[in-house]
T-cell receptor, first 114, second 116 residues
Framework: KQEVTQIPAALSVPEGENLVLNCSFT??????LQWFRQDPGKGLTSLLL?????REQTSGRLNASLDKSSGRSTLYIAASQPGDSATYLC?????????????FGRGTQLTVWP | DADVTQTPRNRITKTGKRIMLECSQT?????MYWYRQDPGLGLRLIYY???????NKGEISDGYSVSRQAQAKFSLSLESAIPNQTALYFC???????????????FGPGTRLLVL
């Protein structure tokens, strides 16, 4: 069974800092890895999806990398802002499965203070 | 309009009551899923459906049942609600066909359920 771990569980930083959130997964056989943002009590917003053949994806101040062989991904947030405060979830979709489901980590709760 | 909608968005109920959470989608996907999220935990799969006639249990199906009324509708029922079913519930759809690594899931806004 795929297990996904996110470190750290919580992070509090001043505005303007560059951040790295980490995600690791136990089975490297994946179709893709996805980073989501979740605001308190709200649904999931997809930030970036990295396919298994890709090494990274970028969107604005966000950059996600994937090292499939080592079972790791990082989400890099440049020049953090208070509006970035949220919980960030990492999820993987296993390869070789017809289920099509995602396996989620527990998330990193990010607070960016002015 | 949102592609995946859930009703109600919030619900308070009492122990022992039967309740239904509804999910509708306009994405035309065959696959639909119900997850629950507890504070500090990742999402866990309750049930999933590949099409109207194909429904399967996930990791934590005890105490829940589902109904796939149509391709676009997938409902989750708590037959006799208990306090440890208090959680945030998400419905999702998938465009998975097994051929594309870019395929993923699309989530509804969630239903916050409190069982007293």
């Amino acid at each position: 069974k795929q297990e996904v771990t996110q470190i750290p569980a919580a992070l509090s930083v001043p505005e303007g800092e560059n951040l790295v959130l980490n995600c690791s997964f136990t089975d490297s056989a994946i179709y893709n890895l996805q980073w989501f943002r979740q605001d308190p009590g709200k649904g999931l917003t997809s930030l970036l999806l990295i396919q298994s053949s890709q090494r990274e994806q970028t969107s604005g101040r966000l950059n996600a990398s994937l090292d499939k062989s080592s079972g790791r991904s990082t989400l890099y947030i440049a020049a953090s802002q208070p509006g970035d405060s949220a919980t960030y979830l990492c999820a993987v979709r296993p390869a070789g499965s017809t289920l099509g489901r995602l396996y989620f980590g527990r998330g990193t709760q990010l607070t960016v203070w002015p | 309009d949102a592609d995946v909608t859930q009703t109600p968005r919030n619900r308070i109920t009492k122990t022992g009551k039967r309740i239904m959470l509804e999910c509708s989608q306009t994405k035309g996907h065959d696959r639909m899923y119900w997850y629950r999220q507890d504070p500090g935990l990742g999402l866990r799969l309750i049930y999933y459906s590949f099409d109207v006639k194909d429904i399967n249990k996930g990791e934590i199906s005890d105490g829940y049942s589902v109904s796939r009324q149509a391709q676009a509708k997938f409902s989750l029922s708590l037959e006799s609600a208990i306090p440890n079913q208090t959680a945030l519930y998400f419905c999702a759809t998938s465009d998975f066909s097994g051929t594309g690594p870019g395929e993923t899931q699309y989530f509804g806004p969630g239903t916050r359920l409190l069982v007293l």
